[in-house]
């Protein structure tokens, strides 16, 4: 099956610092999306991009399928930012995800 | 907009016991179920995927079971719960190939 990367597992920055989270995947996909999850455990969707750039007020992503890789950025990151990001990756019509072992961000007031 | 609803919050079981958890949605309709497990905090596993009633695939072999018996209602059900069991799992929908998730049970098999 198809094999997802995501660096760097663990980062942590100040408060106001911005970020690039990175997701590598190993074959070409359909469907590339990317969630947080809070420290209670929810996961709330942030993007589905499989191609393309998009963004969210501070939050922007950007998939080059081609070269098989989708980057998140952060900017002027605040306490709330803090969290696991997990980027996740579908190469069939069967709609199942395949997810990576996510990056692990702490923010530091 | 979606609902999705998951129960129990928590809960804390013996080795040996039964298990079944329950997810509801609301706010559509035929949608793909999916129960996944997560351990250790970090990386998401998918345990069964469902496409409509009755239908249920699963994915990683293990003594667990799902069933759809309503359209909006998947279950995850185990006869007698192992130790590795233990995990936070996560009930998710996918519309407009979009995936949203539920609140999540955390089970502790002691």
């Known amino acids: 099956g198809i094999q997802v990367e995501q660096s760097p597992p663990d980062l942590i920055l100040q408060e106001g610092a911005n970020s690039t989270l990175r997701c590598n995947f190993s074959d070409s996909v359909n469907n590339l999306q990317w969630f947080h999850q809070n420290p209670w455990g929810q996961l709330i969707n942030l993007f589905y991009?499989?191609?393309g750039t998009k963004q969210n007020g501070r939050l922007s992503a950007t998939t080059v399928a081609t070269e098989r890789y989708s980057l998140l950025y952060i900017s002027s990151s605040q306490t709330t930012d803090s969290g696991v990001y997990f980027c996740?990756?579908?190469?069939?019509?069967?709609?199942?995800?395949?997810f990576g072992t996510g990056t692990r961000l702490t923010i530091i007031p | 907009s979606q609902t999705i609803h998951q129960w129990p919050a928590t809960l804390v079981q013996p080795v040996g016991s039964p298990l079944s958890l329950e997810c509801t949605v609301e706010g559509t309709s035929n949608p793909n179920l999916y129960w996944y497990r997560q351990a250790a905090g970090r990386g998401l596993q998918l345990l069964f995927y469902?496409?409509?009633?009755?239908?249920i695939s699963s994915e990683v072999p293990q003594n667990l079971s799902a069933s759809r018996p309503q359209d909006r209602q998947f279950i995850l059900s185990s006869k007698k719960l192992l130790l590795s069991d233990s995990g936070f799992y996560l009930c998710?929908?996918?519309?407009?190939?979009?995936?949203?998730f539920g609140p999540g049970t955390r089970l502790l098999v002691l």
């Open positions: 991009i499989p191609s």
């Open positions: 996740a990756v579908a190469n069939s019509g069967n709609e199942k995800l395949t």
């Open positions: 469902s496409v409509g009633i009755g239908q």
């Open positions: 998710a929908l996918m519309e407009v190939r979009t995936q949203y």
